[in-house]
């Protein structure tokens, strides 16, 4: 099992190296482990990998979806604030997860360009790059979680009517 994870993490950070290539011929980004798409995602706190449709895709609002409609949903003023607040959080903790992810290309990267990698340190990053990808992807499914527990379920069709219509 742990070689599975730590293969799937190799090739993802293998795949992020070759998307870098792609993307940053024109202007590359600060990390060249990622593609300049990546890296300015990871800083704004941007789902780059639809983290979010388990959730959406099974009935519970992304907060930010919702909040983008919610005159048409006609929230009240609590509904509004709670779904502000757990949006707010929600782009903190995917700014400090971003940072977490360059910082820790940034460290594979150097530990291969100096050769000082080896089995144990690159299981260690390969794991932590697991982990910070695990906690990213919590948080935005915890925020759908919580966001449609304050929907009625009025509200919650006429949301999915209206995403349907876009």
Not at 128 to 154: D, H, S
């Amino acid at each position: 099992m742990l070689k599975t994870v730590i293969t799937l993490s190799f090739i993802t950070i293998l795949s992020a190296g070759a998307i870098a290539q792609t993307d940053s011929a024109t202007k590359p980004s600060e990390v060249k482990t990622l593609s300049l798409k990546q890296y300015d995602a990871l800083q704004k706190g941007d789902d780059l990998y639809n983290m979010s449709w388990a959730a959406e895709l099974n009935h519970y609002p992304a907060p930010d979806k919702v909040l983008a409609v919610k005159d048409k949903l006609k929230l009240d003023d609590a509904q509004v604030s709670k779904i502000t607040a757990i949006n707010t959080e929600l782009i903190r903790k995917k700014k400090e997860m971003g940072v977490f992810i360059i910082r820790n290309e940034r460290a594979i990267d150097s530990l291969f360009r100096i050769k000082k990698i080896n089995d144990g340190n690159l299981i260690y990053y390969t794991n932590r790059y697991g982990i910070y990808q695990g906690e990213l992807r919590n948080a935005i499914l915890q925020a759908c979680l919580k966001t449609q527990k304050l929907l009625t379920v009025k509200q919650i069709n006429k949301f999915e009517r209206l995403q349907e219509n876009k």
